[in-house]
């Protein structure tokens, strides 16, 4: 019986936001699936607790502490993921901060954090990796953007703002780069359980108004959001681009 090739053999991804939480489970996916990795985030100390991860199942990591609103410190991750590993295949544009607060009590200086983070560093990080991708003519760029992108939710104007502009700026990309090879697709996941809700999910009362508002009673399991990312990163979307894909048990079907 023949062993079958995983699906990103041979490939390298770059992971932002990949510290903890989705993007940790991303980044493991990916290296499952056979990529190499070059995990960003803020905090060292987590970024190198996921290389461990990766390494261990036969895939080579790289972790590079990135601030992914400064212009200067993406240009050094995607410089250094294309000197280390010799190319760059996939972009996962993870990295997001959320802010819960009326608008009128919300400072100018939040909302700046908010939309940079979501949106700058997004356009920052595709930017940067485009032209390598646009180059060699072959690419995916996976933008994690949110169910909250097209639901009104109060006390979430920022994070709504922002991420609406990811699904926008996610289409108008598909569109530019579709003749150079390179598809750009969104994942726009709803309640997921991870270690970023972990007192949330600790509170009774708290779970159940959340799990209430999902019709498939239940938050979603990480891999649940992760095989959508390989099948994006991988062969079974070269003909797909453009696309956010909503994966939130119902929420925004209501």
């Not at 390598?132 to 169910?147: D, P, T």
């Not at 780069?177 to 709803?190: D, E, I």
Request: proline share 4%.
């Amino acid at each position: 019986m023949t062993e079958t090739t995983p699906a990103l053999a041979g490939k390298t991804a770059i992971v932002t936001g990949a510290g903890r939480g989705l993007g940790r489970a991303m980044a493991v996916a990916l290296a499952d699936a056979g990529a190499d990795v070059a995990l960003a985030a803020r905090s060292k100390d987590q970024l190198d607790t996921v290389a461990e991860e990766v390494t261990r199942r036969g895939r080579r990591a790289m972790a590079v502490p990135t601030d992914v609103t400064d212009a200067d410190a993406v240009r050094n991750l995607v410089d250094r993921t294309v000197d280390h590993f010799g190319h760059l295949d996939v972009v996962v544009n993870n990295s997001g901060v959320i802010d819960s607060r009326p608008l009128l009590e919300q400072d100018h200086a939040t909302w700046d954090r908010v939309v940079d983070t979501n949106l700058r560093g997004t356009y920052l990080v595709t930017r940067a990796a485009g032209e390598h991708l646009v180059a060699q003519g072959s690419g995916k760029v996976v933008n994690v953007a949110s169910n909250f992108a097209f639901k009104g939710i109060a006390n979430h104007a920022a994070y709504c703002a922002s991420k609406a502009a990811v699904v926008a700026f996610t289409k108008a990309m598909a569109v530019e780069w579709a003749p150079h090879g390179v598809q750009v697709n969104a994942l726009a996941p709803g309640y997921f359980a991870t270690d970023l809700n972990a007192d949330l999910r600790a509170d009774p009362d708290a779970l159940a108004k959340v799990v209430r508002a999902v019709p498939a009673r239940r938050m979603g399991e990480a891999p649940e959001l992760a095989s959508w990312l390989v099948l994006l990163a991988g062969p079974a979307s070269d003909f797909m681009t453009g696309e956010a894909i909503v994966i939130d048990g119902g929420q925004t079907a209501r």
